[in-house]
């Protein structure tokens, strides 16, 4: 599985809310996957990557609708994670990240995310409302 920095959050904090029904699908199939296997590895990718791949937004490799502000969140994740773009197990990557995860952190990341102010990402990955 091919993932970009920033939906090594994401992944976590999904809850069934998105851009439209196939995005939906693919994150349902993805998410399950990841929640329920022991040890799944994933390619961490500085682009588009298996997420993009069924999303409306995506325009293009490495093309995002909101190209700046997603690359923003992937930047935010590689500065406070040292995330490289190597293969991970998602598991343990995630781990490492709730644990040194803060809600200062969340917000310097996330702070432009349409889902930050209404989803359950400030819940389930800093432990805040
Ligand atoms: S909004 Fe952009 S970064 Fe997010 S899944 Fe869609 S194409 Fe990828
Ligand atoms: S606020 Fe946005 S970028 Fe941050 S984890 Fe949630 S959906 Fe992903």
């Given amino acids: 599985m091919r993932l970009r920095p920033h939906h090594l959050l994401c992944t976590q904090s999904y809850s069934g809310k998105g851009y439209d029904d196939a ?22 990718v500085f682009s588009t990557d298996d997420l993009c791949a069924h999303c409306p937004n995506m325009l ?24 490289e773009e190597k293969t991970y197990i998602y598991q343990d990557i995630t781990r490492k990240i709730r644990e040194n995860m803060t ?7 996330c702070k432009n995310c349409c889902w930050y102010p209404i989803s359950a990402c400030r819940r389930v990955l800093s432990g805040r409302e």
Avoid: W
């Avoid at 699908?25 to 996957?33: E, F, G, I």
């Avoid at 093309?63 to 930047?75: F, G, I, M, S, T």
């Fill in 23 to 44: 995005f939906v699908k693919n994150m349902d199939q993805l998410t399950k996957k990841l929640r329920t296997e022991k040890s799944t590895p994933v390619d961490i």
């Fill in 60 to 83: 293009g490799t490495d093309l995002c609708r909101d190209n700046e502000k997603v690359k923003a969140y992937d930047e935010g994740v590689i500065r406070h994670f040292h995330i």
């Fill in 103 to 109: 809600p200062e952190i969340l917000k310097d990341i």
